[in-house]
């Protein structure tokens, strides 16, 4: 069907596994050194990027899996719909998002999903005090409940 040749189409523009399926895609734009305009393709496992402005091409690509924050964010006051996307290495904002709780919503289950399939022995589930702590552990994320 349409959905999936475009899923694999998207899936080789950023070169995942083949069995990544494409949940969803937003208009949104990077905070780099300018504001780049682009998509943001929401994959299984993947938050992935594209902006191709005057053929100058940007592509990120962030596994959930080395997410360790996600926050809803205020940019400049005139785009009040960001969204931070935190890993071990980098942080990286998007904004500009015409639904950008739906598009949080999507992110934050997908990152929850992978924090499960991880299955890391959760060792603070009775302290919730903990969630607002990051953890620094040599976990590839944050034990978020």
Known sequence: GQSTSRSEEYRQLFRLPSDETLIQDYN???QDN??????????????????NLFGF???RIIPFQE???????KAVAVFPTAIEIITSEKKYFFT???????AFKLIDEGWQRMSTDQMVP???S???SFHSFHL???LSFYLSK
């Open 28 to 30: 949104c734009a990077l």
């Open 34 to 51: 300018f504001l780049l305009q682009g998509h943001m393709y929401l994959f299984d496992h993947y938050i992935c990027f594209y902006s």
């Open 57 to 59: 091409e940007t592509k």
């Open 67 to 73: 997410i360790t924050s996600i926050r809803r964010a």
């Open 96 to 102: 500009s998002f015409l639904f950008r709780d739906e």
């Open 122 to 124: 959760n060792l603070f």
């Open 126 to 128: 009775e302290a919730t």
């Open 136 to 138: 620094l552990y040599d």
